[in-house]
C-alpha cells in the first residue's frame, strides 16, 4: 500500500464533512495518480481500508462529489473511475446529473443538509468533542486490529461530557502509550481504545509516571514508594 494518500486541503478544514467522509475520501486518495486521478479502486476495497460499511461508502462518496471533493467518471459494465479534484474549494460544487449517476450504480442519494446546531443531540457528537479523539489518535498504542473511531468516540463522549478535561485525556493516553513501550506490551495485549476509556481505564495513567510505572505498580514490584514520590515531585515541578 502506499505511504501517502492524495486529497484537497479544503477538505482537512471543511467542517461539514464528517470525519467517516473524510476517511473515504483519504481512502480514494491512496489510489490516485499523482494529478488525483484514474481511481478504479472497487468500493468493497474502499470500505476495507476505511474500516466502513459498504453503503457508507457509497454514501460518503455522494456527499464528497456534492462538495466538489471527488468527480465520478461512469464505466458502462464494470466499476466507476474516481477522480479527486486537488483543486477543490470549500463550497459544493456538485456537477449536473450527479445524484442520479450515483442512485444507478446503487448508492443511495445524499440527503439534504440540515442547519447546523449548537448543541448536539444526546446520541450525537460535538467538533470539540472530535476534535479530542483526533488528538489522541496516533497517540495511542497500536493493536493487531485497527480501531475504530465511531466506537472510541462512542465511549469517549460520555468521560468529556461528565467535566474531564479533554487535555487530561490526552496525557493519560500518552502516559499509557509509554507504559506501553516501557513495558514492551504487546499488541495483542494493549487495552482497546472504546474500553479505554468505557471502563474509565484512563484513570490509572492519569497521574504522573515514573519510568513508565504508576505508583501502585511501583510498590507492588516492591520498590520503595518514597522514592517514587521524590522523582514524581521533580517531574511535576518541570512540567508546571
Known amino acids: 500500500m502506499p505511504n501517502l494518500s492524495i486529497i484537497p486541503a479544503a477538505a482537512v478544514m471543511d467542517r461539514e464533512l464528517t470525519p467517516t467522509q473524510l476517511r473515504v475520501l483519504c481512502a480514494v486518495g491512496i489510489h490516485t495518480d499523482k494529478l488525483g486521478g484514474n481511481v478504479w479502486t472497487s468500493v468493497r476495497t474502499l470500505a476495507k481500508e476505511a474500516n466502513v460499511a459498504e453503503r457508507t461508502v457509497q454514501a460518503a462518496c455522494a456527499v464528497l462529489v456534492e462538495r466538489g471533493y471527488l468527480k465520478v467518471v461512469p464505466r458502462v459494465g464494470t466499476t466507476n473511475l474516481y477522480e479527486v479534484q486537488l483543486d477543490a474549494g470549500v463550497h459544493p460544487v456538485a456537477g449536473e446529473g450527479v445524484q442520479e449517476l450515483l442512485r444507478g450504480r446503487g448508492a443511495p442519494a445524499a440527503a439534504p443538509k440540515r442547519p447546523q446546531r449548537t448543541t448536539p443531540k444526546s446520541n450525537e457528537s460535538s467538533e470539540a468533542e472530535r476534535a479530542v479523539l483526533q488528538a489522541l489518535w496516533t497517540k495511542y498504542p497500536k493493536r493487531p486490529e485497527p480501531h475504530s473511531f465511531p466506537a472510541a ?22 502516559r499509557y502509550a509509554t507504559h506501553c513501550q516501557l513495558n514492551k506490551t504487546e499488541p495483542q495485549y494493549v487495552k482497546s481504545m472504546p474500553r479505554f476509556f ?10 504522573v509516571l ?7 505498580e511501583w510498590a507492588r514490584s516492591g520498590q520503595d514508594v518514597a522514592k517514587f514520590d521524590a522523582m514524581a515531585a521533580t517531574l511535576t515541578q518541570r512540567s508546571a
Open 153 to 174: 468516540l462512542k465511549a469517549l463522549v460520555p468521560v468529556l461530557r461528565a467535566g474531564v478535561d479533554g487535555a487530561r485525556i490526552v496525557r493519560a493516553v500518552e
Open 198 to 207: 468505557a471502563d474509565e481505564f484512563w484513570r490509572a495513567y492519569d497521574v
Open 210 to 216: 515514573v519510568h513508565g510505572r504508576t505508583r501502585e
